[in-house]
């Protein structure tokens, strides 16, 4: 078994720290803690090159830590960097290669403009599509239109989403918006990619998200409050999105969700909540029908019902998910463990999830390139 | 736009590859995809440099393939259009 023994944030939004002090700053206490105990840090991080003109970012944040003599390498699966990250730890650990392994999250993308920061993100695409003007954004709009027409989803349902993980966010001291917002508020935001708005997409961050992890014989000697990474799975497909068979369901979640659930011989029921990747509104819906919380179609009623809500039945993004904690690209699936950390550890406050002991986080790299699902037990 | 077909097995696709996906040949003959019908389109009002501050992308089938393009104008579901390269950028009118 191997565990999550600690977490680290900072806030996260617009940073007036440079990408080594950020990412430092999120694993600060846990280095003030662990320091002698540390035998690997992985950074996760995509874009610190073109956002920040660094490069061996791992190197510059060990330094900053005094971790100098601790290998480091840096991972980068452009939006799955985190949740890569994580399973790459927890193969090392697992293999007995090393006790302990840092995990950093990092990404600085507040100093360019917006226009130049849709061009870093859109380099992921095949560049057959990132040539025709394809975006992220646009993507998600395609898949927000094809759900509508097949479902007959209502727009409100829709952004009810961005409903929720605002007033999720509200709770949380790291979130990007703070702020709980309206029904009215996402639907008179302006349209960024039609019929998708403003207050439906992810922001443009700036934030760090730390873990630690230990093996099984190790962690008890390190600290009481341990988290059980059950078990990570990975899916991937083609660069070219155009060759999904459809834009109502991502075949990669479908797939490493299949994989995660066979691997624990658990099922969806057996899960307190989920966090997952909402680059956009649409995604949450998509995402969570394709790894079987509810059946195909039928996520909007359930958003709409209030049963991903902190209080329903599953509760989804109870850290305000990417669209209100914020998306700091590398940093985000970290983010994501350390919040089911917080949660599973009974420390979130305002926004714990009521007697959880299970949760499952879903990171996504590209739109459906790669997809890890990961589920984490209280011990 | 330039379209692959695999010698051995008649694949057909758009990216650069070394081997089909489909039974891993290293021979392909080029072709090319003039025009195309309109499957779904989006509008775009938040653009990444280089690009205009708007326009739309069109999500086109020709029967075999489906294929991204960018368009200046709103061209409807059903259209026709043709597809060309313009300062490195698929386009289709």
Redesign the interface.
Known sequence: MVYIIDSGNTKFGRSNQDIIKLGATAAKDIVKRFHDAIDLVIVSNSYSGEYTGNSGINSLITTALSLDEVPSLRVDNTTASGSTAILLGRSLIEAGRVNTVLIIGVEKMSEV????S??II?SFL????R?????L??LA??MA??YIREYGATRESIAMVSVKNHRNGSMNPIAQFQKAISLEDVLNS?????PLRLFEYCPISDGASAILMSSHEYAPSLSAKRVNVMETTVSSS??????RENFVSIDVVKKAAEQVFQKTWLYPRDIDFIELHDMATILEIVEAEDMGFFRKGEGWKAMKDGETELGGSIPINPSGGLISRGHPIGATGIAQAAEVFTQLTGKAGKRQVRGAERGLSLNMGGFGNSAIATIYEVV | MRLYICTKCGKKFVEERLFCPSCLSEDFSESSINGATVSDRVQLFATPAKFPESYYVLLLSNGELKIFCRSDTDIKEGMKVRLDMEDSQHRCR
């Open positions: 403009d917006t226009r130049r849709s061009e859109s095949n560049p057959v599509e040539d025709a003007g394809l975006t954004p646009s709009a395609f239109r094809s302006r349209i960024i990619a039609d083609s660069s070219v999105v155009s060759t």
